[in-house]
């Protein structure tokens, strides 16, 4: 059996430090924004290479909380266009309509699956302010083209880092290109909690301060509320939790290389057709995903292996019962990616075994 992502044996090689932690909040008697929240911070800014990190109560917030920034700053207006890619998941389009701006869904690379330079291009208008980028599956987006189109029309970047904690090129790391990025600890992303979380990047104190007070009642001062602000705010528990598991994240991402490397060089099976990416230090493999016209027959075939694996994600967000005013609206991309894409399992706590099973079974997949 391999199961898609087994949790309690990834956080069971943490077992001792995360109780050690645990008992150390229990002790200290601080349970929201203190100690660990500021240690949390710390250490997470450094790992991003950003003067700051702020942290919150998840990833949907960070994205949210991000934008109503810009608007509390004046930077953003209702009505103003965000441009993000057709193929990801419903968050990052959740955190700009919650905002009243308008989400303007781009075309993403069918090979890279993110957007690039050229998408943005087409869907660009008068009215476009920001681009949210989203490193979907791990893979880092193109951030030096899309970071050129930014500047040229001077737009914000608010890049959707969910998926790609510590993906890097060049000088920089996720959430250290754009304005600002969003992260979310959910316990499945890379570096996940044992709860909810998240936190934004930045290298500008102003909107670090703006975050900061949104999330926290609207309040920079106790009891005196300068916005109409929100409770999102990382607690003390999952703080704790997530300062342990970042100094494992640099290992957790090389196991999670070596499964996908693995993959790349052991399946060979003309039904099925694998990411495409250089080895580099760009993908970080929340995900490996590859696709196929015979999307529901492999998945029964490795399910019958004893093979878990999911669709990530089976509806495109404009086509989703919440979004009926953009249900007709066509993204020939997109939509096809969502046709056809399966994601194998992929974790730090996969045995060489199991690694070869999801192999085999892959290569002995067809169809009569
Ligand atoms: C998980 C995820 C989010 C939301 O994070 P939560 O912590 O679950 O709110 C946002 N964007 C993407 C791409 C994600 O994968």
Known sequence: MVSFLDLKSLNAQYKEELKEACSRVIDS????????????????????????????????????????????????????????????????????????????FAEPNPESFNLDAQGIKAVLTEKTKVILPVH???????????????????????????????????????????????????????????????????????????????????????????????NSRLDEMQAAMLRVKLRHLDREIENRRNVANSYKAGINNPH???????????????????????????????????????????????KQGAYKQYNDLTLPISEKLHEQVLSLPVSSVMSEEQIQAVIQSCNNFSVE
């Open 136 to 230: 979907l599956y791990g893979a880092l987006s193109p951030m030096q083209e899309i970071m050129e189109v930014a500047k040229e029309h001077n737009l914000l970047v608010l890049e959707d880092c969910a998926q790609a904690h510590g993906a890097q090129e060049a000088e920089h790391k996720a959430g250290a290109w754009g304005d600002a990025g969003a992260f979310s600890f959910y316990p499945g992303k890379n570096l996940g909690a044992l709860g909810d979380g998240g936190a934004v990047t930045t290298n500008d104190p102003e909107l670090a301060a703006m975050i900061r007070a949104l999330s926290n009642y609207g309040s920079e001062e106790k009891y005196v509320h300068r916005y109409q602000g929100v």
């Open 272 to 318: 099925i057709e694998l990411p495409i990416y250089e080895e580099t230090e760009r993908h970080v493999f929340h995900l490996f995903v590859i696709k196929t016209e015979l999307r529901e027959q492999l998945q029964q075939h490795l399910l019958n292996s004893g093979i878990q694996t999911l669709i990530h994600y089976p509806t495109a967000p404009h």
């Open 29 to 104: 008697g601080w349970y929201v924004q203190g100690p660990e929240f500021k240690a949390f911070e710390k250490e997470f800014a450094e790992y991003c290479g950003t003067q700051q990190a702020i942290g919150v109560g998840n990833g949907l917030d960070a994205l949210i909380l991000t934008l109503r920034a810009w608007k509390e700053l004046g930077k953003l207006q209702d009505g103003d266009e965000v441009i993000v890619q057709g193929n990801t998941y419903i968050a990052s389009v959740l955190a700009i309509t919650e905002n009243n701006l308008v989400p303007v």
